[in-house]
């Protein structure tokens, strides 16, 4: 073409750009002044819903925190619209442990629509604490220990469950040491544990029965029993007794 220009005009002006378009005019001239024209007509569709560009971030928090709500943003050629949010809560792993899931829903003038979820995680993640908890104690062996204190413990999320596990040292003859671990625990298994002692005096003397200084009161075997000192046998010990036998001589053998 020895030269050209073009004019536009809005067809159909609308704020939804999906009804909208262009009638784009195209004119020619030669030197001599001859002109020819074409029409193109260029139409625009929106088809996408909006574009998410500020979101509430994924979170967990513990049983007893309190739900923060956060608000999206979108943006489009046009105006937004963000709706309100929709939860839909899911029971979680344990206890009262759930999960929230919040969406929010984007649309624009010409109807599209976009979702964004936010995931919000509630958990116990806290170990129960106990709130009374029995001393230590000492006693003889033999006598009637003293009635132990069970502890008590609570937790923020859920019902705590209280069991106990004892170690026994025993290396020392005078004593056993008895460490009593007691475990609290929640339903989702977060545990406290604190331990008591429990000290026994033992009573040391000799334990067996047929020994001359048995002593039905030990608790513990100090490796003192005597079997040859007193009376004649049995519990009373080992004595001995002689025979004289006469021989054919005349005299005595014993």
Do not use: K
Request: some cysteine.
């Amino acid at each position: 073409a020895e030269g050209d220009a073009a004019t536009a005009s809005v067809l159909s002006p609308s704020t939804c750009l999906e009804n909208g378009g262009l009638m784009r005019t195209w004119t020619v001239t030669d030197d001599c002044g001859n002109t020819g024209s074409a029409v193109q007509y260029i139409t625009i569709i929106d088809t996408e819903g909006p574009t998410f560009t500020s979101t509430p971030q994924n979170i967990e928090l513990n049983c007893n925190e309190s739900i923060p709500m956060g608000m999206p943003v979108a943006e489009d050629c046009g105006a937004v619209t963000m709706s309100a949010p929709v939860d839909a809560t899911i029971d979680g792993s344990c206890g009262t442990s759930y999960t929230i899931q919040r969406t929010w829903t984007a649309s624009d003038a010409c109807g599209n629509s976009s979702d964004f979820t936010q995931t919000i995680m509630v958990t116990d993640q806290v170990a129960p604490v106990f709130t009374s908890f029995p001393e230590d104690v000492t006693y003889t062996s033999g006598e009637e220990a003293t009635e132990t204190m069970l502890p008590t413990a609570t937790d923020d999320c859920n019902d705590v469950t209280i069991d106990f596990t004892d170690s026994v040292d025993n290396s020392n003859i005078e004593i056993t040491v008895i460490t009593r671990s007691w475990t609290a625990t929640d339903a989702c298994g977060n545990e406290a544990t604190q331990d008591q002692m429990i000290t026994v005096n033992e009573i040391l003397g000799c334990m067996d029965a047929l020994a001359c200084n048995f002593d039905e009161s030990a608790s513990y075997d100090d490796g003192s029993c005597d079997f040859c000192s007193c009376g004649s046998g049995g519990e009373a010990g080992f004595g001995l007794e002689l025979e004289l036998v006469e021989t054919q001589d005349g005299s005595i053998d014993g």
